[in-house]
Each structure stands twice: as C-alpha cells, then as structure tokens.
Nanobody
Framework: EVQLQASGGGLVQAGGSRRLSCVYS????????IAWFRQAPGKEREGVSC????????YYAESVKGRFTISSDSAKNTVYLEMNNLKPEDTAVYYC???????????????????WGEGTLVTVSS
C-alpha cells in the first residue's frame, strides 16, 4: 500500500527557513515522481516542486525557484523540501504526492498524482 506522510510545518518568520519531510512507503522511488503541492486559504492547490525518482531531475514553480530545494534520500524513504527566504505568501498547507509511471511533462499538475499524504501547515509571519 502506497503511503506518504508529510511533516515539518510550523511557524517561521519571514526570511527564515524550514525543511519539510515526506516519508513514503509501499513503493520504490525509482518508479515514481514525488511532488510537493500547497494550498493557501481561499486559493487553489498549487504545484511547488517535483523530483523524478528515475533520474533525480527536479522541477520548481516560478514562485519558489532559487528559494526552495527538493531532494531525496532513498535510504530513509524520504523526500525533503528545503525552504529558504520564506515569505508570508508561502503560508499554506503543504502536501506531498506521488505518481507512477513518471510523467514526462506537466510535472506540477495535481491532477496527475494518485497518492497523497496529509498536509502540514507552514505559517510565515511578517
């Protein structure tokens, strides 16, 4: 059974950093893509970043490029999202999700992802 569990959210001041973790089970990362999405109050779910398990290629939304970094540790069955220089507009519930087979385009399209974990709330204060 595929399962994902996101953690690491919390309250952080603007300009600060936070690392989210997504622990996955029930599959090997080499056959999947894992992505982070977020949803702010009153807004649609937004793709943030994706990592492809077959080759480690990564993708980012324009709004987070240069500030967020996605990485994986297959020994720990964990995908991380390192968030730096956080802004109040980054406040949202963050979710990790997985899909197989690995998509070759639209990697941040939430509709492609079959498996979702519970979200973790990140609040950035100004």
């Amino acid at each position: 059974e595929v399962q994902l569990q996101a953690s690491g959210g919390g309250l952080v001041q603007a300009g600060g950093s936070r690392r989210l973790s997504c622990v996955y089970s029930g599959f090997t990362l080499e056959l999947y893509a894992i992505a982070w999405f977020r949803q702010a109050p009153g807004k649609e779910r937004e793709g943030v970043s994706c990592i492809k398990g077959n080759d480690g290629s990564t993708y980012y939304a324009e709004s987070v490029k240069g500030r967020f970094t996605i990485s994986s540790d297959s020994a720990k069955n964990t995908v991380y999202l390192e968030m730096n220089n956080l802004k109040p507009e980054d406040t949202a519930v963050y979710y990790c999700a997985a899909v197989s087979p690995i998509p070759f385009r639209e990697e941040l399209d939430a509709g492609l992802y079959d498996y979702w974990g519970e979200g973790t709330l990140v609040t950035v204060s100004s």
